[in-house]
């Protein structure tokens, strides 16, 4: 399954300029971690509002900030907001999915009532409020509360597989040897559902890095002077007028970002599932 | 309407007041555990000032007595007063507010619905052609693009634009009051949702052109526009009217970044001040009515959609709902841009 996913993965050319795209947005998270350009914290490198020079490739920001060093951190933190909401909620939505379309009754219901409670809330305001009012604002607090509001649709999906999943033949012949549930749900149902999951995972991260970007413009996000691609897109907005260059490049990053992640999920979804192929 | 369509919406009405009482309980319960209030953020505040202050708030009774008295000024459609503006009625203050936030919404949703859905047609029609591709590719721009981006753009183009290019003759002052003001936050906010429309109704239009039904039609000699229209567009429409829900809450979402953005007096905006200055009566007040203004959203999308699609018939089973709303799971990654 995974060779054949793999080859008409490779024939998707845009699924390709999506992971090359990913993979180096990876490296430069990595990079910055050790090294930037300029320390992205430093202020008065040079004239503020300055445009590109060769000096500073991407210009200077209002505090005269290196904008590339500070895109670099931007790059980290969206990552590690991405990896680490996809990550967290992925692991609630299928610990609780599994358990709802495995044992049903009571623990179904409750989980359902769960998704269809939150499914219809808007994800933005329970994010916002949820940061707001724990007035945390590091990046675990803002992983978590992505999370929190970002299990439901994997939560829905793996409960749908395993109920398809737990009637098929290879699950009652398991069964019938007298195979325990926890082996059951996770040598037999969970790798057999893997490639939808996978999927929505893939999905996650641009929407939590989205999120991160949302909370950082409206003054929620990780604290300043950590540099975040919304929080630097906020700060150009006032000298859009004059300095255009500050705004527009993290929102072009932003843009790419979001571009990559949606070709690479795209084309693992024709992959992985032929079948819901559009 | 028949009374199974009758009992179906009263489940709904249900289920919705059902949400926006729990969610709105645990904010205020979860709120309340919460050390510190809005009072402590004022400057050098008169001790005796400040007892008078929450003795006026009832904020020194035990929470469950707080509760109690605030769910029954909420079933009673009173959301309380708020704690930084004195004297100030929330449930007023809410529904003027939402005015202003609906008249934004559906603008954006005019936009997002008459762009989406006819580039859609014709990039179907006329699919493989220069305008199928320009439009195409512009929906995969646009589909990962930002409502603060959009904006940003928008922004530079008619503002600074218009300026340079009329010789300072124009300004286009960015806010709300004036007609002229509405289209740059609306096309901002209806954007990236009319990327989403676009695809889904080309691709779910390429699919039903191809099909015995729309063939005879064509083979019956009708003219074109009457074969697209009423015989392939009716059953195209079906995905994209189930995708409509999300969108949206999309919109609903999307608009409080775009309130903030463009200065307008709206839910959004209100929302993001009180957060900020710790005003939770009205931060709870606001919350509630957006999970009533969402979940009646919804309930007006799933009704459209049985007329639509007659196989789908609102039966007064809440499981029917549920079952139908399978069909956008595969789209609840988009809805929130």
Redesign the interface.
Known sequence: MWQDAWRRLRRNRLALVGMAIVTILILTAIISAFWTPYPVWIQSLGPTYQGPTAKHLFGLDDSGRDILSRLMGGAQVSMIVGVGTATLSSIIGIVLGLLAGFYRGWVDAVV?LLI??FY??????IV??IV??TQQRGLQNIILAISLTAWL?MA??VR?QTLSLREREFVEAARSVGTRDVHLLIRHIFPNALGPIIV?AT??I??AI??E??LS????GVKPPTPSWGAM?SEG?RS??FA?HI??IP?AA??LT??AF?FM?DGLRDALDPR?R? | MTRGTLIYIGQRLL?IT??AL??SSI?FI??HQ?PGNAFLSERSPNPLAEQQLVHHYGLDRPWPVQYVSWLTGVLHGDLGESLVNRGVKITPLVLREARVSATLGFWAMVFTITLGMSLGILAAVKQNTLLDYVASFCA??G????S??TA?FL??LT??GFFAWSGGLVYENIGWGKPEQIPVPAISLGLLPSAIIFRLTR?SMLEVIRQDYVRTAWAKGLRSRIVIIRHALRNALIPVITILGPIT?GV??GS??IE??FGIPGLGKE??NS??NRDYNV?IGV?TF??IL??IA?LLVDLVYPILDPRIRSDGHLTQL?RAR?HF??H??L???
């Open positions: 359902s269809n409670i219809g809330l808007p994800d933005l305001l916002l409020l707001a009012v649709g829905r999906l749908g929505q999905f996650v641009p929407a989205l999120f970007a949302f413009y409206l003054g929620f897109a907005y859009l007028q255009p705004i527009l929102a932003l843009c979001l571009m949606n999920g819901m559009r | 289920l059902l949400t729990i969610v904010v979860g709120v919460l995969v721009i589909y990962s693009m930002p603060f981006v940003t922004v530079l503002v600074t691709a809450t609903i979402t409080i970044v903030y953005i929302f993001i957060i900020a931060v919350f957006y999970a969402v979940g919804n549920f399978c799971r595969r609840r990654h809805r929130s841009r």
